[in-house]
């Protein structure tokens, strides 16, 4: 992992003043006016395991302009629902930062991690904000990003973290990186993605704490017409190095331009077009912890 900080990104963007993310070009280093800080004042934290967001919020600096990233709506209710102010939260595959901008508004000391180093200074871009809340109670947290492989987060201490929240690509579907960068998860087939996910969840079990919580946001596809569950092939493989799950939610897409594109028309000829993805959330285990192990058998 190779540290970037604020004053990486003043220098890159002294040469570069626009990146392209998956064929999308970003602009950065543009001045913008932040019109809110927070979500409408209607926002409520999720209560039931059906999650949707048709307004998927752009406050502060939150965009939709990066293909496959997530509502800032999602780290929302998980930061407010499973961390407290000062602690650190974890996103290793970061994108263009959504994890940390919330981090930053809410308190949260964070990492975020991405392979492709363009996608972090889109991130740091997001971050630079000044933002001084009327609460005298928050402290400015501390935001660490890094050009790294969520399967060696070598910089990242043993049971450090209190919170992992993530949103992986699905195997393929959209390539992150223009030119392929090594180790890039989006440009694995299915069988080598699901194997190399196992190390990311080896490396998530790792820096977790005992108790906390890890949540990873993955959909699924389909095959020559059928039904491909990614999802709950990285789901084994999380439960497999030690994981308990907490929780499956199922979160509404509204955005699905690779599926309206590539499966224009079917949905009324031959399956149902795919509008959902699972927000799984898992738990390490304390130490010493007796879990309940289940039979085979249906109950």
Known sequence: MELVTYEDYLEFIRKHRKVIIEDVEIELGKEREIESYSPPSDYKLETTTIWSFPDRGEWATHRGDYRGNWSPFIPRNLILRFTKPGEWVLDQMMGSGTTLVECKLLGRN??????????????????????????????????????????????VRDESIDLIATHPPYASIVSYTKARVEGDLSALNLEDYIGEMKVVAEECFRVLKPGKYCAILIGDTRKHGH???????????????????????????????????KWRGWGKQGFYLIAHEHLFIFRKPMDGEKLLKYSSRWW
């Open 110 to 155: 964070a990492i975020g991690v991405d392979i492709n180093r363009n996608s972090v200074m889109v991130a740091r871009d997001r971050l630079d904000f000044s933002y001084n809340p009327l609460d005298k109670r928050y402290v400015e947290p501390e935001i660490l990003t890094y050009v790294g492989d969520a399967r060696n987060l070598d910089k």
């Open 227 to 261: 039904y491909v569950p990614i999802a709950f092939k990285v789901m084994q493989k999380f439960l497999e190095v030690g994981f308990v799950l907490k929780e499956d939610i199922i979160k509404q897409q509204w955005r699905t331009k690779i599926t309206r594109e």
